[in-house]
């Protein structure tokens, strides 16, 4: 009997210990996933930052440090591995940093293109695509940003843990 409920409790413990790693490692995953997410979102705040017009020259900077660092983390991230045989997270991570990718180099890119023209040559109807191209870029954006927050809080809830916990 003891010999059995010794067995039944090293079973447990190896079970316990075995989780605890396994959530150590996603959450680890996680940070690694989300700092691709995040570099990339910082620079896309920052380009719109300098939407207001007021410097063309940080626009233009902005516009470009957009469209790199988010070519770059999209590399990165497409080298990462799925974790334990599971994809949705990653994939959602890819498709977000692809999203502002593109949007850097199509919609932000046009945008700037027509804001950094003389003020005197801006029409009426430069006006009006810079405002669509800014709405795009938003709803595009958001969408991207929805569909990985709603992924990774998966994530976190299927490995238990707390995102930002350190152990």
Known sequence: MKKNILSISTVLLLIFISCGQGSKKASEYNDLIMTYVNISTLVQNDFFDQTDGHNLDSLM??????????????????????????????????????????????????????????????????IQTVEKLNARLNEESNRASEEIESTQEAFVKEWKFEVGKKD
Request: net charge negative; charged share 30%.
């Open 61 to 126: 900077i902005t516009q470009k440090n957009f469209s790199e660092k988010t070519k770059e983390c999209l590399n990165e991230i497409k080298r990462a591995e799925s974790f334990a045989g599971k994809k949705e997270f990653l994939s959602a991570a890819i498709s977000f940093v692809k999203t502002l990718n593109s949007l850097a180099d199509n919609e932000a890119k046009q945008m700037t293109d027509i804001m950094i023209k003389d003020t005197a040559s801006i029409t009426a109807e430069d």
